[in-house]
């Protein structure tokens, strides 16, 4: 990166001392004071936040799936069913919500598959273990499907309660 400093870019100015235009070899120039820099969009810089915020927010995000996933783990594989079978009623219901136009968090669509896919991904660990092959689990898992008896997910049942 070229830097030029401004009294000798034009005579009839004088600048201050830690100012110097920086020439970089893109088409975009920018102007350094003092070693820092300002770029066109100088909002955009100060709403970033720092590194450190960024990562710490990533420790606890992983550490609360860890829980999760024991959590996951210490329960029986019934259990485990049982739980697939309601969350994927209550995807169902968010994607009626969402067809209807009604009040719906979005956020939940992505919670809930990603919490479907540890319980299958922990189901099929106990499967591996037991030393069930992917074809006799595939065949397994469309045994248990088809023996799914259909029932309100536990947010209805709630309501009908009530």
Do not use: H, Y
Request: hydrophobic share 40%; charged share 35%; proline share 7%.
């Amino acid at each position: 990166m070229a830097t030029m400093s401004l009294a000798a870019a034009s005579p009839l100015t004088s600048a201050p001392r830690g100012l110097t235009v920086c020439m970089p070899r893109t088409a975009s120039a920018g102007i350094r004071i003092g070693g820092a820099s300002l770029t066109r969009f100088p909002g955009l810089a100060a709403a970033a936040p720092p590194p450190a915020a960024r990562g710490d927010a990533a420790v606890v995000r992983m550490a609360k799936r860890e829980q999760e996933l024991e959590e996951i783990r210490t329960m029986p594989t019934e259990k485990i069913e049982e739980e697939v079978v309601d969350l994927k009623g209550e995807l169902f219901l968010l994607r009626l919500k969402r067809s209807a136009r009604q009040e719906f968090k979005s956020s939940e669509f992505g919670r809930m598959r990603k919490r479907i896919a540890r319980m299958l991904t922990v189901k099929r660990e106990r499967e591996i273990e037991q030393g069930i092959n992917k074809r006799l689990s595939r065949k397994l898992d469309r045994k248990w499907k088809q023996s799914i008896v259909v029932r309100p997910p536990p947010s209805l049942r709630e309501n009908k309660e009530e």
